[in-house]
């Protein structure tokens, strides 16, 4: 029997097309949210570990209302302890912010373990899993590739191959893509997860040790350039090797 | 090129979150599952058994019947199911159609209350295959005058006669067929192994290849007392089946013209003659906005014919209407697509053309454009113009 917390970002979906607007992401704009790519391995390996020894998962969200929906996609796949952390007031919290608020849910949550992903896909600062460990006093394991849900133990990345570990609890484990795609709702579940009651909770975040100063957008892409004839092989090559570095 | 759906009038923010969801769920199997294998499957001629098990472990065959471990949605989020899945495949469609509305919708029913407990749930998860046997090799408009006959034998019926047509026939694990007892139309429920009866399958399509249709033959096919459906009598049982199947279809050919718009923009936008994308030209673009403006049209009319079947305010002529209305510009809006994919229009490579020929089997099944005219006909004047004597 296991406790687990799974930390599910609400991101823009991955195709979506990001606009900045006056120096801010506008997220107005964005048609498309989605739970972060490496989040859903860390929750279907959750539910694969509850399956295999028991035990329950606390799905929990930092973000405003519209995040509920990354909880009720949770629910739809079983979770039933939902839980969404916010406060109107906050805005850009800093990477010890949002450790400190999500560690503070965690506690309340009572997990032996903690699943997420191993950055979000907006953000990508990779820094959640490691900082909530910290303030947790927990052990981290980052970059999981694979796990066994019935033996717990996990394989990560390692410099010749891969490495394989089993880890005490309390423990935060971060999670690459697996092989295991976040499984797919059904109609049952779905009526479900209409049922489940998300719990919204706040805390202090305490003060900001960044400042943001805005966003801008990535340069142009350059035009592509088109060559006629054989003749231009060898500058295709040499263009290939000093510029486009692919040779 | 990810699949933005047309939904001009945003009207997919009028569906519940539930409804959403169930859309969300059947969009990312139909991009996941279904589209990377729907030529192979076409080209072979066979309805892949996995999508069988897909469809039943999503739960959304026989979608808006309660009960018995049926799903129990909305007519609307059945009308979104089936959109879903058409934008893959009609024939995928048609296996959900017949599965839900034409086997399941009548013995929830019609059926009597063993019935119902023995067949629905594992019909429900795709446990148990059903088809739906009434057109007959020299009766389809006019199912009325079918020759099929049901005799009884006392202890049992005893079934003679053949269907044609059949969608999922060779595959079920048993069929609803309609035969006339007495001279009135009955349903009966033949099970695969009953003495007497078989389903062959019918090759050589052009249309709805990755749909399995088949012949059902019955000689002197026994089948059991228990197995005549209850509840119903004349040919009031087939069509309330053909209701809940047309309005799936009004929805799903939405799914079809989608489809193709999308491949249209995408590919007028990309393609380049005269120095410039034919997404440039005045007549490029009109094609591209009488499609918009056909899709949304038929966007509206089908919403509005959910929400009248949700609350109970339909009749018949409404789903005439927007089957025939709904199938008519997928299929004109599929044959444009074709044009403005120029050669490529007939590729494999591009889904135009497999979806065009699929629509000319949806124009004809499950009353044909014209019967669904006269059934409006009719309607408007008072007149039955279906028969007369020359
Ligand atoms: C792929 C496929 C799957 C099918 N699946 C099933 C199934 O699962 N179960 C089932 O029972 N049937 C099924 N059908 C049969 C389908 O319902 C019939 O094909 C349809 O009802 C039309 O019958 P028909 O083909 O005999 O055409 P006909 O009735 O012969 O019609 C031929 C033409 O004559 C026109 N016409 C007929 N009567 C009139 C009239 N009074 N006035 C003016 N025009 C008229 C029609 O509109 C049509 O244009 C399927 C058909 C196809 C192609």
């Known amino acids: ?247 | 090129m990810v699949y933005e759906a047309l939904d001009f009038y945003d009207i997919d923010s009028q569906l519940t979150e539930e409804e959403l969801m169930v859309r969300d769920m059947v969009r990312d199997w139909v991009e996941e599952e279904v589209l990377p294998k729907i030529e192979e499957a076409c080209s072979e001629g066979v309805f892949p058994d996995e999508w069988r098990v897909s469809l039943g472990e999503m739960g959304v065959l026989g979608a808006p019947l309660e009960g018995y471990g049926c799903p129990g949605l909305s007519y609307t989020a059945y009308g979104v199911i089936c959109r879903e899945l058409e934008r893959g495949d009609s024939g995928l469609r048609s296996f959900a159609s017949v599965q839900g509305s034409l086997a399941m919708y009548p013995i929830w029913d019609f059926g009597s209350e063993e019935q119902k407990q023995k067949y629905l749930p594992k019909m429900a998860t795709g446990e148990l295959i059903g088809c739906f046997g009434l057109t007959e090799p020299d009766y389809g408009s006019n199912p009325g005058d079918m020759v099929t006959r049901a005799e009884d034998k006392g202890d049992h019926y005893l079934l003679n006669g053949a269907k044609m047509w059949i969608t999922n026939g060779t595959t079920s694990d048993l069929a609803v067929v309609w035969a006339k007892l007495e001279g009135v139309i009955r349903g009966f429920i033949v099970e695969t192994g009953d003495e007497g009866y078989s389903a062959p399958e019918m090759k050589g399509k052009h249309s709805l290849k990755a749909s399995v249709t088949s012949e059902l033959v019955f000689q002197d096919c026994k089948i059991p007392k228990d197995r005549i459906l209850p509840g119903v009598k004349g040919l009031k049982g087939p069509f309330s089946c053909l209701n809940n199947a047309r309005f799936g279809i009004s929805w799903g050919a939405l799914g079809a013209a989608q489809a193709c718009f999308h491949s249209a923009k995408e590919y007028a936008l990309s393609r380049i003659q005269f120095d410039q994308p034919i997404a440039s030209y005045q007549l490029v673009q009109n094609k591209l906005s009488w499609m918009l403006r056909e899709i949304t049209k038929g966007q509206l009319l089908a919403l509005e014919l959910a929400r009248k079947k949700d609350n109970g305010s339909w009749i018949p002529e409404h789903i005439s209407l927007a089957k025939m209305n709904n199938v008519d510009i997928a299929l004109d809006i599929a044959r444009m697509a074709r044009d403005i994919h120029g050669a490529n229009g007939i590729l494999d490579e591009y889904c135009i053309m497999r979806h065009m020929a699929n629509l000319e089997s949806v124009k004809t099944y499950e009353g044909t454009h014209d019967i669904h005219n006269l059934i409006l006909g009719r309607h408007i004047t008072g007149i039955q113009s279906f028969t007369r004597s020359l």
Not at chain 1, 103 to 117: H, Q, R, W
Not at chain 1, 198 to 218: C, E, M, R, W, Y
Request: aromatic share 6%.
């Open chain 1, 1 to 247: 029997m296991v406790e687990i917390a799974v930390l599910l970002k609400q991101v823009p979906d991955t195709n979506a097309k990001i606009a900045v607007v006056g120096g801010r992401v506008d997220e107005s704009a964005v048609t498309s949210w989605v739970t972060s790519p490496y989040d859903e391995y860390a929750l279907e390996a959750a539910l694969q570990l509850v399956e295999a020894g028991g035990g329950s998962i606390t799905a929990i969200t930092l973000g405003p209302m519209r995040a509920d929906k990354v909880l009720k996609d949770a629910a739809a796949l079983g979770v039933t302890k939902l839980v969404r952390i916010w406060n109107d007031e906050w805005l850009d919290l800093d990477s010890n912010q949002v450790q400190s608020v999500l560690a503070e849910a965690i506690k309340e949550s009572g997990a032996d373990l903690v699943f997420c992903g191993k950055q979000s896909a907006d953000r990508n600062q990779g820094s959640t899993g490691p900082g909530v460990a910290e303030i947790l006093g927990a052990a981290c394991v980052v970059e999981v590739s694979d796990f066994n849900a019935a033996e717990q133990f996990y394989l990560r990345p390692a410099a010749s191959g891969s490495e394989k570990v089993t880890v005490n609890y309390p423990a935060v484990i971060t999670f690459t893509k697996t092989e295991s795609e976040l499984r797919r709702p059904n109609v049952r579940g779905i009526m479900m997860s209409k049922k489940a009651q998300i719990n919204l909770v706040s805390s202090d975040a305490g003060a900001s040790q960044v400042t943001f100063k805005g966003h801008t957008s990535p340069a142009e892409k350059p035009p592509g350039k088109t060559f006629e004839g054989s003749d231009s092989v060898p500058e295709v090559v040499g263009l290939l090797r000093d510029e486009a570095k692919v040779l």
